[in-house]
């Protein structure tokens, strides 16, 4: 017996439609505000950092950027950088497999650590670890005795910087490993597979996205970070200045143009992550929409003849 098909008077399914949706003031209005606020707050300052950069001149701007103490930060920020983002996605991986495909004592504890860094101000951060390593701390006499620098040093700011940034990949990377489940794992290891194989074949084809996504995240933060690094640094021009307290600095020295083409460097920074950002979630839709399709043609096989 066929089965009934009922259908839907078409002023009906107009009604219900327009009812579902907001009026067209309202939209408008919506739109309108959100647009407003994001030029104000977003649009405008970022705009104003590299109209300042440029004030006095393409030369200039050059020149602040080519200052040997603008260089020294510059690479300091990016081997704190090169150093920092590789630790945490090893961590951040380790972390979020333990978490997602084992039980055991202490794991709300270990999700709890790892959002510590969140709710901790970057300044008590930096404080800790001078607590611990400067030359009253906990391990100064030890370091001391044995010629090590870790506070006022690249040490300090590295530690520092590796606690601040410390979530970020681990975050990303749990949601995603929690949707993908263990099924492939369970099924790669049966078929002979050893732990290794499974990982680089299948856990990590699976969340690369994810950890693609948490490692730009944790570059941009890394390269941004000014509270903790701060106060382990010292402040010491040319030797423990990254790019942020470089751009302090010159502000502190009254010379603005500099610090705004130190600034436009941190700006485009986060320019390039938000366009990365954007490309990896379209990147991401469009494999989901494609999982989907496959799926979608794999069953709907027609019937033999």
Known sequence: M??????RHPRTDTRSQRGSEESPWVRWTLILA??????????LPLANVFWQAFSKGGAAYVDAI?????????????????????LNSVFGVAAAWCITKFEFRGKALLTTLIDLPFSVSPVVAGLMFTLLFGLQGYFGEWLRDHDIKVIFATPGIVLATIFVTFPFVARELIPVMKACGADQEQAALTLGA??????????LPNIKWGLLYGV???????????????????HIT??????????A????????????????LLALLALAT????????????????????????????????
């Open 249 to 264: 600095t010159l502000e502190d020295g009254h010379m603005p143009a500099a610090a705004f083409a130190c600034a436009s």
């Open 34 to 43: 959100g647009g407003t606020v994001a030029a104000v707050f977003l649009v």
């Open 274 to 305: 938000l366009g990365l950002k954007t490309f990896l979630e379209w990147r991401t839709d469009a494999a989901h929409h494609e999982g989907q399709s496959d799926v979608a043609e794999s069953e709907n096989i027609p019937p033999p003849s």
């Open 2 to 7: 066929a089965g009934i098909v009922t259908r």
């Open 194 to 203: 050893n732990g290794w194989q499974t990982f680089f074949r299948v856990t």
């Open 66 to 86: 080519r200052h040997p103490d603008s260089w020294s930060a510059i690479k300091l920020t990016l081997l704190v950088s090169l150093i920092t983002v590789p």
């Open 238 to 247: 040319g030797r423990t200045d990254t790019l942020p307290l470089r751009i």
């Open 216 to 234: 730009i995240l944790c570059n941009a933060r890394a390269m941004g970070e000014f509270g903790a690094v701060s106060v382990v640094s010292g």
